[in-house]
């Protein structure tokens, strides 16, 4: 890991592969969207709600998927000083939150007619929402002190004690009684949903993590031109 | 124009199905925006930053 932990070799890295990244992602997200909102079936229950399904799970994955990058970059901020590592936190946490606040509102719209309520304080909707305080959290810490690397280092320590809440998550819904349905996709004996919804769930899941692994790069490219900047003001500063 | 208000219409879902999938996009769409700015921004900074500095750099050694 260390090989990239040179910035300048980051940015080269990222500026190489970004173009395949955002250019399946596009890709990803135009087939799955056609997927989702032509070809597979509605649902014999739900009718043609499901397919607030195909933004609503993968908004949800990447929810918990974005904060165990922050939170494994934190750890290694923390252990390793990896110099890159708590950039990578820093560019995900607002995407996260994006996704966070994207699962909860598509959450809403999918509830309000199967449930009847937008929303309730069950397990499963009360821990996402706690994840999404966590976001802001992280996002607020890290910019709370003048000297950066105090506010990376404080959030870092946010982001391992938080990270307690993403198993919480991932469980609540066997642990606890809840509106919400129990897991389709992911579970040990296989997934119990039809490939007809499975298949596009999967492309719009994969168009969604591409979308990520590209902003997030672009982001730390960001990061890294912003320290680069601070410390060159700096020195026109001093010079004067 | 019939099958384009059915599709609309979404089985009578269409009031849930449509807002999100428009959250969506703006969410997805303007993330990206704010990033792109943003290093837009900070690229400018850094050039109009380097411009001075290598004109003073020329002073000195002059």
């Known amino acids: 890991m260390h090989r990239f932990a040179n910035p300048g070799r980051f940015v080269r890295l990222a500026e190489r592969i970004l173009p395949w990244t955002g250019g399946l992602a596009v890709l990803a997200l135009g087939i799955g969207l056609y997927l989702s909102l032509f070809v597979s079936p509605a649902d014999y229950q739900q009718g043609e709600s499901v397919r607030i399904m195909y933004v609503h799970v993968p908004a949800a994955w990447m929810a918990l998927f974005v904060y165990t990058v922050i939170a494994a970059a934190s750890a290694s901020a923390l252990i390793w000083r990896h110099p890159l590592a708590d950039l990578v936190a820093r560019a995900s946490a607002p995407v996260g939150a994006g996704f966070t606040f994207l699962a909860l509102a598509t959450g809403s719209l999918w509830g309000k007619p199967m449930w009847g309520t937008w929303w309730v304080w069950d397990a499963r909707l009360t821990s996402v929402l706690v994840l999404f305080f966590l976001y802001l959290g992280h996002m607020a810490l890290s910019n709370a002190f003048d000297d950066q690397s105090r506010g990376n280092r404080a959030a870092a320590i946010l982001a391992l004690v938080g990270f307690i809440n993403v198993p919480i998550i991932k469980f609540s819904v066997d642990w606890w009684s809840t509106l919400h349905q129990p897991a389709s996709v992911v579970r040990l004996d296989g997934p119990t949903i039809h490939p007809s919804m499975l298949w596009p769930l999967l492309i719009m899941a994969l168009g969604f993590k591409l979308y990520y692994l590209s902003l997030m790069m672009l982001r730390v490219k960001g990061e890294i031109l912003a320290t680069r900047l601070r410390a060159r003001s700096m020195a026109a500063l001093d010079a004067t | ?62």
């Open chain 2, 1 to 62: 124009m019939e099958q384009v208000q059915t599709f609309l219409a979404m089985g009578g879902y269409g009031f849930f199905v449509w807002p999100a999938f428009a959250l969506t996009a703006v969410i997805l769409i303007g993330m990206l925006v704010t990033t792109l700015r943003h290093l837009r921004a900070v690229q400018s900074d850094l050039a109009r930053l380097q411009v001075p500095e290598q004109t003073q750099a020329r002073e000195v050694q002059q």
